[in-house]
C-alpha cells in the first residue's frame, strides 16, 4: 500500500514550456486534490476532483488544467509555464468529502520555472 | 471554515511534552478542528482531530475548551524528529472538503 505517489519529484522547466504532474492513490478514494506551497506559506487548492470524471476549481486555479480520467490518477497540467508557479505541488486524496474524512498527502514535486 | 492563530514558532526540550495552542474563535458549531504537519517539505502528515471532546491516539492528545475557542495539541514526549511545522485547521467537509492552512507554528524540538 503505497498511499499518494507524486511524479516527477523535481523538475526545471522553462517560461512557455508544458508539462503535467502525476498523482497517483491506491486507497480507492474517490476526492482528490492538488494544491500549491509557496516559500513560508502554508498550502493552497488549486483543483480537486470529487470522483471519476469530475473535477472543480478551487482557490487558485488560473494557469492550471486538471483531469481525472481514472479513479486513482488524477494529473495536473501547466500549458504554458511562468515563473509565477515556480512552487512545490503536492496531492491528496480522501474518501469522501465528509468532516472526518482525513486527507493524505503525497511527497510533493518541487517545479522551478525560470 | 474558520480562521485560526498560532504562534509562529516554539521550542521544547527533548523528553518534555510539547504543548501548541490555537486560537478559533470564530469555529462554527459543525467544523472540526484538525492538525497537521509538515517535517522540512515533506507532505503534511495528519495527527489528530475532534469536534467537542478532548481525543488521543498515539501520536499526540488535543484538548478542546468547554467554548470550542481554542484547544491546545499535546506531543506527550517530544523527540528530535517531531521538529516540523503545525498546522491547526477547523474544518467542516463540505462539497470541496479542502483545507485551509495557515502558516502553522514551527516547533523546534533542542536536544
Known amino acids: 500500500n503505497a498511499g499518494v505517489t507524486q511524479t516527477p519529484k523535481f523538475r526545471v522547466l522553462k517560461t512557455g514550456q508544458s508539462m503535467t504532474l502525476l498523482c497517483a492513490q491506491d486507497?480507492?478514494?474517490?476526492?482528490m486534490y492538488w494544491y500549491r506551497q509557496d516559500p513560508g506559506m502554508g498550502l493552497r487548492l488549486i483543483h480537486y476532483?470529487?470522483?471519476?470524471?469530475?473535477?472543480a476549481k478551487g482557490e487558485v486555479p488560473d494557469g492550471y488544467n486538471v483531469s481525472r480520467l481514472k479513479k486513482q490518477n488524477f494529473l495536473l497540467g501547466l500549458e504554458s509555464a511562468a515563473p509565477s508557479q515556480t512552487s512545490v505541488y503536492f496531492c491528496?486524496?480522501?474518501?469522501?468529502?465528509?468532516?472526518?474524512?482525513?486527507?493524505?498527502f503525497g511527497p510533493g514535486t518541487r517545479l522551478t520555472v525560470l | 471554515d474558520a480562521k485560526t492563530t498560532q504562534p509562529p514558532s516554539m521550542d521544547c526540550a527533548e523528553g518534555r511534552a510539547a504543548n501548541l495552542p490555537c486560537n478559533h474563535s470564530?469555529?462554527?458549531?459543525?467544523?472540526?478542528v484538525y492538525w497537521y504537519r509538515q517535517i522540512h517539505s515533506q507532505g503534511p502528515q495528519y495527527i489528530i482531530h475532534?469536534?467537542?471532546n478532548n481525543e488521543t491516539n498515539e501520536m499526540a492528545s488535543l484538548i478542546i475548551t468547554e467554548d470550542r475557542k481554542s484547544s491546545t495539541l499535546i506531543l506527550p514526549h517530544a523527540t528530535l524528529r517531531d521538529t516540523a511545522v503545525y498546522y491547526c485547521?477547523?474544518?467542516?467537509?463540505?462539497?470541496?472538503?479542502?483545507?485551509?492552512f495557515g502558516t502553522g507554528t514551527l516547533l523546534a524540538v533542542q536536544p
Open positions: 491528496a486524496s480522501s474518501p469522501w468529502g465528509a468532516s472526518t474524512d482525513t486527507q493524505y
Open positions: 486507497m480507492n478514494h474517490e476526492y
Open positions: 476532483s470529487v470522483g471519476e470524471g469530475t473535477t
Open positions: 470564530t469555529i462554527s458549531g459543525n467544523e472540526y
Open positions: 475532534g469536534l467537542k
Open positions: 485547521i477547523v474544518h467542516y467537509g463540505g462539497a470541496t472538503n479542502k483545507l485551509i
